[in-house]
């Protein structure tokens, strides 16, 4: 009989991790100014080979690129002047958060995302050692072409079932750069609200990443949706996935070790035109000229191509 129960009870232990991993508590609110201090302004080359000049703090303040209310956090590139064909790309911030993250929930209220031709933007985490440690694209796309795309990136042994639940469509499941042309595992949102004018038409929305060993979700909620979980909308201190329905995008862990595919990863915030991806599917696009002549002489064009984030709150 007590041995009955041992193992009852050693039953039900081995059954808790597994019932408490969808819960989580706050650990950061970054709103506001609080974006500044949480990140760190990356004046680099780009590595996407895009039509950009990405500045430095200082400069970003002094033009106006970046600026912050007591609720909002305002990114966005230059949309005041023509540029010289055979000088710096059109001015544009990337910012880098101080702190890497593991496993967890990150969740992104925004406004408003960078919408126009030419334009690329993103919010990824990414490793230090790329593509070793992996990348996760949680909001990215080119040229107004809705909906969102969700991908994973790595190096060569991440594979993704066929069949998995996730109310997206896989665009392929092999995850490695190498055998992909750098595209990665992508999954495309059903939600054509989830990226470009109407996501910013609809006043945004909520996107929200969780990382475990057991794999990598991202789910996606339109500003006047009627099914956005109470505590994603409030930000309250407490949340639970399990809560939160079936994901847009799923990544298990099946035939991909997430624990040694993904390290300790930056979250990363960036504008950036034409390039890899903007500039090799633009005459596709239905947009005029070739994307660099675009990007270069039509500053006005890049009025509505900022970043405006309500907050940001990450749990473990």
Same mark, same amino acid.
């Given at each position: 009989?007590?041995?009955?129960?041992?193992?009852?009870?050693?039953?039900?232990?081995?059954?808790?991790?597994?019932?408490?991993?969808?819960?989580?508590?706050?650990?950061?609110?970054?709103?506001?100014?609080?974006?500044?201090?949480?990140?760190?302004?990356?004046?680099?080359?780009?590595?996407?080979?895009?039509?950009?000049?990405?500045?430095?703090?200082?400069?970003?303040?002094?033009?106006?690129?970046?600026?912050?209310?007591?609720?909002?956090?305002?990114?966005?590139?230059?949309?005041?002047?023509?540029?010289?064909?055979?000088?710096?790309?059109?001015?544009?911030?990337?910012?880098?958060?101080?702190?890497?993250?593991?496993?967890?929930?990150?969740?992104?209220?925004?406004?408003?995302?960078?919408?126009?031709?030419?334009?690329?933007?993103?919010?990824?985490?990414?490793?230090?050692?790329?593509?070793?440690?992996?990348?996760?694209?949680?909001?990215?796309?080119?040229?107004?072409?809705?909906? =969102?795309? $969700? #991908?994973?990136?790595? !190096?060569?042994?991440? /594979?993704?079932?066929?069949?998995? *639940?996730?109310? @997206?469509?896989?665009?392929?499941?092999?995850?490695?750069?190498?055998?992909?042309?750098?595209?990665?595992?992508?999954?495309?949102?059903?939600?054509?609200?989830?990226?470009?004018?109407?996501?910013?038409?609809?006043?945004?929305?909520?996107?929200?990443?969780?990382?475990?060993?057991?794999?990598?979700?991202?789910?996606?909620?339109?500003?006047?949706?009627?099914?956005?979980?109470?505590?994603?909308?409030?930000?309250?201190?407490?949340?639970?996935?399990? =809560?939160? $329905? #079936?994901?847009?995008? !799923?990544?298990?862990? /099946?035939?991909?070790?997430?624990? *040694?595919?993904? @390290?300790?990863?930056?979250?990363?915030?960036?504008?950036?035109?034409?390039?890899?991806?903007?500039?090799?599917?633009?005459?596709?696009?239905?947009?005029?000229?070739?994307?660099?002549?675009?990007?270069?002489?039509?500053?006005?064009?890049?009025?509505?191509?900022?970043?405006?984030?309500?907050?940001?709150?990450?749990?473990?």
């Amino acid at each position: 009989m007590a041995f009955g129960l041992s193992r009852s009870l050693l039953g039900f232990l081995s059954l808790l991790p597994l019932a408490l991993g969808a819960s989580y508590s706050q650990r950061e609110n970054i709103a506001g100014s609080g974006f500044n201090s949480a990140f760190s302004y990356q004046a680099i080359g780009d590595p996407t080979h895009g039509r950009v000049n990405y500045v430095d703090a200082n400069t970003a303040r002094s033009q106006n690129l970046t600026f912050a209310g007591s609720d909002s956090f305002i990114l966005r590139a230059d949309f005041k002047n023509t540029l010289n064909p055979s000088g710096p790309g059109r001015n544009s911030v990337r910012i880098q958060s101080n702190k890497q993250y593991t496993t967890g929930v990150m969740i992104f209220n925004i406004r408003h995302m960078p919408q126009g031709c030419g334009t690329w933007p993103a919010v990824w985490t990414v490793g230090s050692d790329w593509p070793n440690q992996g990348e996760v694209d949680i909001l990215e796309g080119v040229n107004d072409q809705s909906p =969102n795309q $969700g #991908t994973l990136h790595t !190096n060569a042994g991440c /594979t993704m079932p066929a069949s998995r *639940s996730e109310t @997206g469509t896989a665009l392929q499941n092999n995850c490695d750069v190498a055998a992909t042309n750098n595209a990665g595992c992508g999954v495309r949102f059903g939600d054509t609200s989830s990226y470009g004018p109407s996501f910013n038409t609809n006043g945004g929305g909520w996107y929200a990443m969780e990382r475990t060993n057991s794999g990598i979700k991202i789910w996606f909620w339109s500003r006047n949706d009627g099914n956005i979980p109470g505590e994603v909308k409030n930000g309250a201190t407490s949340i639970n996935t399990d =809560n939160w $329905g #079936t994901p847009v995008a !799923n990544f298990p862990s /099946t035939s991909c070790p997430i624990s *040694s595919k993904f @390290g300790p990863h930056n979250i990363v915030i960036n504008l950036t035109f034409c390039g890899d991806w903007a500039g090799s599917v633009y005459g596709n696009s239905g947009c005029p000229s070739t994307c660099d002549d675009f990007v270069n002489n039509n500053p006005s064009a890049f009025q509505n191509a900022y970043f405006d984030f309500a907050w940001l709150k990450t749990y473990a």
